[in-house]
């Protein structure tokens, strides 16, 4: 099965652009939609973005529209998300999610997932 890391979270002052990776090892990423997701201090899991194989279809929550970007490159088995203009709300764990078939933003559909990386926004 697959397995997923995400990398590039860390520190941003608010305002701030930070840029998040997901490899997968195991299977190819091509065979599972994406999706990213994020949980707050004492909040719970929330939907933030989703693409599918192929990369034709994406959709975003509410709280990422029109300032984060889904997209993946299948050649180099990696998933992005690209966020912009981010404020102190944006901060939490941010995970990536696979799962086979069609894109969804119910993280209970996601059959694979990566451990988390912290995004911090902060001055």
């Known amino acids: 099965q697959v397995q997923l890391v995400e990398s590039g979270g860390g520190l941003v002052e608010p305002g701030g652009s930070l840029r998040l990776s997901c490899t997968a090892s195991?299977?190819?990423?091509?065979?599972?939609?994406i999706g990213w997701f994020r949980q707050g201090p004492g909040l719970e899991r929330e939907f933030v973005a989703t693409?599918?194989?192929?990369?034709?279809?994406?959709s975003y929550g509410d709280s990422a529209k029109g300032r984060f970007t889904i997209s993946r490159d299948n050649d180099k088995d990696t998933g992005y998300l690209e966020m912009n203009n981010l404020t102190p709300e944006d901060t939490a764990v941010y995970y990536c999610?696979?799962?086979?078939?069609?894109?969804?933003?119910?993280?209970?559909?996601?059959?694979?997932w990566g451990r988390g990386i912290q995004v911090t926004v902060s001055l």
């Open positions: 999610a696979a799962k086979s078939g069609w894109t969804n933003s119910n993280p209970a559909r996601f059959e694979h």
């Open positions: 195991g299977r190819p990423l091509e065979e599972y939609a």
């Open positions: 693409i599918s194989r192929g990369g034709a279809t994406v």
